[in-house]
């Protein structure tokens, strides 16, 4: 099946939106990664303070782009997928939205207990939210390195599936987010 010129495409503000925060944490993945096995200096400060300020900068427009999902129905997807890649696709989008909200709440809290500052691109300071607790700290962040490789898991088929629409299928449904 192909999806013409005419077919329904994801408004301009939901593809802004969408290609702003997979470029934030497709940044985001591989620089949690990298400081968190850089040893302990400059380089590492520079890398935690750029993935703080990238988080700090991906809660709001997650929250947003949830917002404008909720009040601007998506166009539909073709009526010949078969039910389960529908749900596989609702599923993966539900739990990346889910993911996206979660990992930088638990970040500032774990960032919060460890008590070390949040400097958003050196322009302002976001407040604690949690109370000085080390122990608490290592363990979110352990639960915050879990949830980004299972992030990274929901993107990798976010974009199987989006490849497999444009290759195998070659119903043109990934058009609908470039245009």
């Known amino acids: 099946m192909n999806v013409g010129h005419d077919a329904a495409i994801y408004s301009a503000p939901a593809r802004v939106l969408h290609w702003i925060i997979a470029a934030i944490v497709i940044t985001m993945i591989p620089l949690g990664i990298a400081m968190s096995n850089a040893p302990s200096g400059p380089a590492q400060d520079f890398m935690f303070k750029l993935h703080l300020s990238l988080g700090t900068t991906l809660l709001p427009l997650v929250l947003l782009r949830i917002i404008w999902r909720l009040t601007h129905t998506p166009p539909p997807l073709p009526a010949d997928i078969p039910t389960i890649q529908k749900l596989a696709a ?12 979660i990992q930088p709440v638990l970040g500032w809290i774990g960032t919060s207990a460890y008590r070390a500052p949040i400097t958003v691109f050196g322009l ?3 407040p604690p939210i949690w109370p000085e ?7 979110l962040f352990l639960v915050h390195r879990n949830i980004g490789i299972i992030m990274a898991v929901l993107i990798l088929a976010h974009i199987a599936g989006a490849l497999f629409h444009q290759f195998v299928r070659r119903d043109n449904l990934l058009q609908r987010m470039w245009r």
């Open 90 to 101: 609702s599923s993966t989008h539900f739990l990346l939205y889910l993911t996206l909200v």
């Open 124 to 126: 302002f300071d976001l």
């Open 133 to 139: 607790n080390r122990g608490l700290s290592d363990q």
